[in-house]
């Protein structure tokens, strides 16, 4: 079955961290490009992260400095390492590789 399952989400306190796992089955990981995206609350899903098969990364600008994507292709999973969060990372977190397999999400809440 082809399918990605996120996990790793829950409540943290701003400053602290989480690290979110994306485990893909079905199909051969390694050669699709994957991706981290959230949304919030009456906005729209934006992409916080991606990284190619060939390991080039990308980082929206708000993310920068602490949120670390990765993959471990011999697991046939993805991760997102998410330092010094703030309440404005509160959403709902997906998987995605391409060209248009979404995992079901997860919810990351970032509150005191």
């Known amino acids: 079955q082809v399918q990605l399952v996120e996990s790793g989400g829950g409540l943290v306190q701003p400053g602290g961290s989480l690290r979110l796992s994306c485990a893909a089955s079905?199909?051969?990981?390694?050669?699709?490009?994957m991706g981290w995206y959230r949304q919030a609350p009456g906005k729209q899903r934006e992409l916080v992260a991606d990284?190619?098969?060939?390991?080039?990364?990308n980082y929206t600008d708000s993310v920068k400095g602490r949120f670390t994507i990765s993959r471990d292709n011999a697991k046939n999973t993805g991760y997102l390492q998410m330092n010094s969060l703030k309440p404005e990372d509160t959403a709902v977190y997906y998987c995605?590789?391409?060209?248009?397999?979404w995992g079901q999400g997860t919810q990351v809440t970032v509150s005191s």
């Open positions: 990284i190619t098969s060939g390991g080039i990364i």
């Open positions: 995605k590789v391409e060209p248009n397999l």
């Open positions: 079905g199909f051969i990981f390694r050669i699709y490009s």
